[in-house]
């Protein structure tokens, strides 16, 4: 089936199967390869994009779902300068080990800040928890987090 | 100074804006995709495997067994491992039986479905009791993978001379390393079909190398094999991607075209190598003074279907026997056996975190027999420098263990809250506990195994005046990229900026030995360290002859080098000098252990490791004597790695390691229905999100290790080894029951509870 959608602001129009996984889309179609996948149901949170403002699990979503929808990947928010601060706290903090968890972890937490100026921890820990990590402990990505926040406020 | 400094690691920004290359984000023109066909039994003969006719194999590759030129093994522990089954008989449910690459997915997965394979279903033995009973023969004579024994001083004396005594037994099971990004390789067939290159996520390219080469009949330096940026690996990448490698250059040289095999996450669960699961008896004796007399252990750990690492993993629980304890007379037997079960092998932790769980929680019950605080307990009976372990090997240095203790005493205010909870807190429903562990890690390879290694690294001199690192220890998350190029700049005294990493390809870089063991830092360290004094040595040497000046009045510090307190060259300048000569730019040295030290792996005894470390740990708990749950209030932590070349990285091992341990404590269960995994996803196998995750509070004691690099020693597996006898022990003394089994889940608490009696269930107000 033929589809048009927005993915970081630019409009695609793309023939794929209508069951093909927006991961796949994105990974694939576009070569956008930063969006990673880690589980492919839905449970580790690796392949988070927001769609039409809410974060979503890209492994869940299938191609006939995404007639219009605006879609945007961690390479649209580095790419438009919007995870400046996030990009300094997780380096500076240590909240970055093997990488795998974090597009999806940075996409989730610029959601959180973009509706929370200044989000408890615990408004962090709920915010993450659809994203795992396995070497942190997210000890180091909770205050980093907290961090960032901190900077965005000025 | 900028060894002890938290730097930013490198490499962040391109893992955070996506950019990092993994091996899924990596494809090759042509490339065909892979895919293993499994065995559903966990005992069989493969009686025949058909292709149906009805379907187009023209676009398809299948590769078998018999089609192995070169020599079908894997994994030269005990030589048992295959890549494919070696006459047609099949040892746990996911063994590969058949290889299968395709153009794409669709294919492939239609491919599979016209694939029909006959088995008859064998007996088969799916615990350590059906594997010692040979319900299936699957190794050797009495299904026995390997076999150890630890004597010290006079095991029947010790417990003559002691006037406590208590004996107990305790399980672990099996854990899964849920690295985020599943195993994955490609292999690129050379034009000449007489050479591959694999790409991988991986941990120990050299171990890649030296799996695959036996499949083929061309030379070993004709497969290279270059690491992808690999997102975890925890010891599930130190063996297992080599038969994913194998599998991928099969198919890929069959096919004379690249093959790429990234495994589901279900596969993965399923069929890759995870922790051994354990059954271990400890019997002690104390004597009326509070100081052991004696230490009776027998472990037994279930080696699954195939040895990998498991005489090593052996090894290390073994070792770990005693605890850290000061036991004039120790006796440990150790064995594994062969299940028809998934393979197990590398995990965090190597067979420590099983016994050290067994350990710690035992000391809490003789502690608590003799109504003795258990942290006095262990102040009174914990090793110190000077004292012998238990293979008889003298601590001469570097010994934190006092100090960890310590700290993580007075930060919980432990003496008095174990005196609170233990008074009773009757009519609550909801009970508090309070649990303290203390652990040792020995870094590097046991006994013998670094000098066997002789772990070879190099610097590279640089035009520009820097340097660049060659060694073959890879980066999965842990730092390494970051934390060996402080070492190298603060030993040449340049800008860390200046000190390079070359990729990690077999091509480029040297053999340093596999990246396990809590390793690289300590040993890798230190031999890049050496190295670095052979460099400023050589420079000296070149500044000295061009000037006419003697070698001796020249000093390299800060800035440069000095003649009589004068600057005269810059390290570039100085580099620039030695190349211009046309000298060799590479450095290399290896590694060998401090002369003193000794190991007999006959008698399994001596110096064990060159260095240990030590922590402590306290878990403060709270259950719910309605529901079993239970909440860990607060963790807190005391490690001694020597010296903590990059305190953020080191603190991000301790706390990755103790919410992987806290997974493993109380929530990572694995279930087993017929040899078949049935939790095979991350719905139904729990590790910790966010919000599970307590608050960790983390401190680093540097006690130097003199051997290592600006003192330090390991510290990647320690945190996994040291958290789940406090836990097991707070949840103790918060439930009021005995349950010697981990992972501790309401269901396992709630059924100890009411084995115990109905009124020994404290919790009910009537009591």
Redesign the interface.
């Known amino acids: 089936m033929q589809i048009t959608f927005t993915v970081n602001e630019k409009e695609h129009t793309i023939s794929v199967p209508p069951d093909k996984r927006l991961v796949d889309v994105l990974?694939e179609d576009l070569a956008?390869?930063?969006?990673?996948?880690?589980?492919?149901?839905g449970?580790?949170g690796?392949c988070t994009v927001i769609m039409d403002g809410l974060t979503v699990n890209s492994c869940l979503v299938p191609a006939c779902q995404l007639q219009g929808r605006r879609i945007t990947?961690?390479?649209g928010l580095?790419s438009s300068g919007r995870?400046e601060e996030?990009?300094k706290s997780?380096?500076?903090?240590?909240a970055?080990?093997?990488?795998?968890?974090?597009?999806g972890i940075?996409v989730s937490t610029f959601h959180l800040l973009q509706h929370n100026e200044n989000p408890t921890p615990e408004e962090?820990?709920?915010a993450?928890?659809?994203?795992?990590?396995?070497?942190?402990?997210?000890?180091?990505?909770?205050r980093a987090v907290k961090e960032a926040a901190i900077e965005i406020r000025g | 100074m900028i060894v002890g400094e938290s730097l930013p690691r490198r490499d962040a920004e391109d893992k955070i804006t996506g950019k990092a290359q993994y091996i899924d984000d990596i494809n090759f023109p042509g490339q065909m995709l892979g895919k293993t066909v499994r065995s559903p039994h966990p005992c069989a003969r493969i009686r025949e495997i058909r292709k149906s006719e009805s379907f187009d194999w023209s676009k398809v590759i299948t590769f078998t067994s018999e089609e192995i030129e070169g020599e079908n093994v894997f994994n030269n522990f005990n030589m048992d491992a295959t890549f494919l089954p070696k006459e047609g008989r099949v040892n746990y449910v996911g063994e590969p039986v058949l290889l299968i690459a395709a153009p794409d997915r669709e294919t492939l997965r239609e491919a599979e479905a016209h694939v029909h394979i006959d088995y008859e279903k064998l007996p088969a033995a799916l615990s350590i009791e059906e594997g010692l009973a040979c319900r299936s023969r699957i190794y050797g004579e009495e299904n026995i993978l390997k076999k150890y024994g630890v004597d010290k001083g006079n095991i029947e004396e010790g417990f003559a001379a002691a006037s406590h005594i208590l004996e107990d037994s305790y399980r672990t099971h099996h854990q899964e390393h849920v690295y985020i990004e599943p195993q994955g390789m490609i292999a690129v067939p050379d034009g000449d079909g007489q050479g591959v290159t694999l790409y991988g996520s991986l941990q120990c390219p050299y171990y890649v190398r030296l799996e695959a080469q036996r499949l083929f009949t061309f030379p070993p330096e004709k497969i290279r094999v270059i690491q992808a940026t690999t997102g975890g690996g925890f010891g599930g990448k130190e063996h297992f991607p080599s038969l994913v490698a194998g599998h991928a250059a099969l198919l890929a040289l069959k096919a004379k075209r690249p093959v790429k095999m990234i495994y589901e996450r279900r596969e993965d669960m399923e069929s890759s190598t995870k922790r051994h699961p354990s059954l271990i008896k400890i019997k002690t004796g104390v004597g009326k003074d509070g100081r052991m007399t004696a230490m009776d252990v027998d472990i037994t750990f279930d080696g699954g279907a195939y040895s990998m690492a498991t005489p090593v993993v052996l090894a290390r629980g073994t070792i770990a026997g005693c605890g850290a304890y000061n036991c004039p007379n120790v006796r440990i037997r150790s064995k594994a056996v062969a299940t028809n079960t998934v393979p197990t092998s590398a995990f965090r932790g190597f067979g420590a975190p099983q016994v050290f769980y067994a350990v710690e929680l035992h000391m809490t019950k003789v502690a608590e027999s003799l109504g003795i605080n258990p942290c006095e307990f262990r102040r009174e009976n914990l090793l110190r420098e000077g004292d012998h372990t238990a293979t008889g090997q003298l601590l001469r240095y570097s010994v934190g263990l006092g100090e960890c203790v310590e700290l993580v005493r007075e930060k919980t205010d432990f003496v008095s809250r174990y005196k609170k909870y233990a008074s009773g807190q009757a009519g609550s429903v909801k009970r508090r506990g309070i649990g303290i562990s203390s652990v040792f890690h020995g870094a590097g390879f046991t006994g013998k195994g670094e000098d066997r290694i002789k772990a070879k690294a190099g610097l590279k001199l640089l035009l520009s005046g820097g340097v660049r690192i060659l060694c073959g220890t890879t980066e999965m998350g842990q730092g390494m990229r970051t934390v060996l190029p402080q070492i190298v700049a603060e030993a040449l005294q340049l800008p860390v900026e200046r000190v390079e990493v070359e990729k990690t390809d077999t091509n480029l870089v040297p053999d340093s030995g596999p990246t396990v063991a809590s390793r690289t830092t300590m040993i890798v360290g230190k031999v890049l360290f050496d190295v670095a004094g052979a460099v400023t040595g050589a420079l000296k040497k070149v500044i000295a002859e061009s000037r006419h000046m003697d070698l001796s009045e020249i000093e390299h510090t800060t800035g440069g080098f000095y003649h009589r307190g004068e600057r005269i060259a810059s390290f570039a300048g100085a580099v620039s000098l030695y190349l211009e000569r046309g000298l060799p730019a590479d450095f290399y040295a290896q590694y060998s252990h401090p002369p003193f030290i000794e190991w007999d792996e006959e008698k399994f005894e001596g110096d064990a490791y060159a260095g240990y470390g030590w922590a402590a740990a306290v878990a403060e708990v709270e259950v719910d004597t309605e529901t079993f749950e239970v909440e860990v209030k607060r963790i807190v932590t005391a490690q001694d790695m020597g010296k903590a070349v990059n305190p953020t990285l080191v603190e991000g091992q301790i706390e990755g390691g103790i919410a992987q341990a806290f997974g493993y404590s109380l929530t990572e269960e694995i279930s087993l229905s017929e040899g078949k995994i049935m939790n095979n996803n991350l719905t139904t196998y729990i590790i910790p999100t966010a919000i599970d995750v307590p608050p960790i509070e983390t401190h680093i004691v540097e006690s130097p290790y003199p051997y290592g690099p600006y003192g330090a020693k390991g510290i990647g597996e320690m945190p996994h080894v040291v958290l789940a006898g406090a836990i097991a022990s707070a949840v103790r003394q918060a439930a009021g029951v005995d349950l010697n089994e981990i992972p501790i889940t309401p269901e396992k608490l709630y059924a100890a509870a009411i084995l115990k009696g109905p009124g020994a269930v404290v919790h009910r107000s009537e009591v």
């Open positions: 990974r956008l390869r930063g969006t990673k996948i880690g589980c492919g149901e449970e580790c690796a990947t961690i390479e580095a995870i996030i990009k997780f380096t500076r903090m240590g970055v080990q093997c990488g795998y968890c974090t597009p940075v962090i820990r709920e993450l928890s659809g994203n795992l990590c396995r070497c942190t402990g997210y000890v180091k990505i909770i």
